[in-house]
């Protein structure tokens, strides 16, 4: 990789047109032009990451997207979680994209308003081969702009009697201001017509949860923790972290 900037004890790196600038606010990302510009975050194999910024707003379409990658046991490297929040075209709303291959059979997402359940919806798989992407949630940008001042992701193993790992179970959770409307699918039409028609709430963060399971236990070598962080997006003048974490 290229140069890196440690910031609260982890090193950053530039992802594409990016600039890094650490500063007395904390560490500016700057040069967003496309959807691919961003920052990668070696995380140190941790089971837990947490990240703060200033506030993003999603609007003018904006893109802001997160990839959480994992290290094995056996140095191998792959993609564990993946999501994305995007303004669509001609539209006052924003989606919420969820990559369900990475995902279990049940998707769970629950919105909280402070620190309250709102709701909880179960979600199933859709199964289309060849198609990765699922809408979890549709914004509401009309009247309410969201949005996002942090994001963290844990993971969570459970072993049998012979230690061998039987379930992984991966929590997304953001720090997201909005009116939101949880749905499934994979049809942007369907869901700018009918947004307003459905059921929406206001919430201040939101939580993504699923579990991978393995009846004859994952092979060892292919136990692994969350060891990046990358963040991408475009339409917002500079991303700001603030505060960091990273553990066991």
């Known amino acids: 990789m290229t140069d890196f900037i440690t910031f ?92 369900s291959k990475l995902e279990g059979e049940q998707i769970m997402v629950t919105g909280f308003n402070a620190g309250n359940n709102i709701f909880q919806r179960v979600f199933e798989q859709t199964g289309i081969p060849g198609y990765n992407w699922m809408i979890v949630g549709v914004f509401d940008l009309a009247y309410n702009k969201a949005e996002l001042t942090g994001i963290d992701c844990r993971m969570a193993m459970i072993r049998d009697k012979a230690g061998k790992v039987i379930e992984v179970t991966i929590v997304k959770s953001f720090r997201c201001k909005g009116i ?12 700018s017509n ?14 993504i949860a699923s579990s991978l399971y393995y009846p004859g236990g994952l092979p060892e070598e292919k136990e692994g923790y969350i060891s990046q962080a990358v963040i991408t997006g475009q339409g917002m003048p500079a991303l700001v972290l603030t505060e960091e974490y990273s553990g066991r």
């Open 180 to 191: 939101m409307t949880p749905t499934s699918g994979k049809s942007l039409l369907r869901y």
């Open 8 to 99: 609260k004890g982890l090193k950053h790196y530039p992802v594409g047109n990016a600039h890094l600038q650490p500063g007395t606010d904390g560490l500016t990302i700057s040069n967003l032009s496309t959807p691919l510009d961003g920052i990668t975050i070696e995380t140190k194999r941790a089971t837990f990451f947490d990240l703060q910024f200033n506030p993003v707003f999603i609007e003018n379409d904006t893109d802001f997207g997160v990839t959480f990658n994992l290290t094995d046991n056996s140095n191998s490297f792959r993609a564990m979680a993946q999501w994305a929040i995007a303004q669509h075209l001609e539209t006052s709303v924003a989606y919420l994209f969820l990559n």
């Open 194 to 207: 009918k947004i307003r028609q459905t059921q929406s709430f206001a919430i201040d963060s939101l939580q």
